[in-house]
């Protein structure tokens, strides 16, 4: 079946603008979440959902982050007024069940910021 | 909080040889641990977990861990690489009963044909 995926596959944007990053999970996954992958940093949880709702926000780096998902199912990222450090591969993951099932990864957003 | 070190950034070999990649945790309790593999240009794809039980275990293309409770370790072992295998390893952990994963810093094997 069809795997995580995610949108746009690349982005350019100026520094202060805002962006909004897209993921698709597997059907009937209920658990989604969201790491960022980038230099120095490593790989590093920003937030999960279980459904709609999000328990943990502790691994958003800063207010201009959020996360919504609806319908149990497509969730978007939004870092509002960029800065370059924003710079980085945001990873989408999601399985059937939080912290019982193993993850399954998206192909990610490149998201570079000048 | 818990942390994952994998012993070595870069690892280059020549095929045929054999790999193992270190991986430490520094958690008392129980975990689940991963492997995941990166190979260029792709996601990121598991190669095997570990949850309870046999303390090795198998995963796709040929490659083995073994969990030592004692030593804090969750080793990748594979007895004959192949160029196909050059890729980014990365060790990641969950506690029990968590949600997220804490990832190593990720190794890099380059395989020479």
């Known amino acids: 079946g069809a795997g995580v995926s995610q949108s746009p596959s690349n982005k350019v944007t100026e520094k202060g603008k805002d962006v909004e990053l897209r993921c698709d999970p597997i059907s009937g996954h209920t658990a989604l979440y969201w790491y960022r992958q980038s230099l120095g940093q490593g790989l590093e949880f920003l937030i999960y959902?279980?459904?709609?709702?999000?328990?943990?926000k502790s691994g958003l780096p800063s207010d201009r982050f959020s996360a919504e998902r609806t319908g149990g199912s497509v969730s978007t990222l939004t870092i509002q007024r960029t800065q370059q450090e924003d710079s980085a591969v945001y990873l989408c993951?999601?399985?059937?069940?939080?912290?019982?099932?193993?993850?399954?990864f998206g192909p990610g957003t490149r998201l570079t910021v000048l | 909080a818990q942390s994952v070190s994998q012993h070595n950034h870069h690892v280059i070999l020549s095929e045929a040889a054999s790999l193992e990649l270190g991986c430490n945790y520094s958690y008392g309790g129980t975990v689940n641990l991963f492997w995941y593999v990166q190979y260029p240009g792709q996601h990121l794809q598991l190669l095997l977990k570990y949850f309870s039980g046999d303390p090795l275990v198998k995963g796709i293309k040929g490659f083995e861990a073994e969990f030592i409770k004692s030593k804090f370790s969750f080793n990748l072992r594979k007895p004959s690489v192949q160029w196909s295998d050059t890729a980014e390893y990365f060790c990641a952990l969950r506690r029990e009963g968590d949600y997220k994963l804490s990832f190593g810093a990720g190794t890099t094997v380059t395989v020479r044909a």
């Open positions: 993951a999601s399985s059937l069940l939080a912290g019982l099932d193993e993850q399954f």
């Open positions: 959902f279980q459904g709609n709702s999000a328990p943990d």
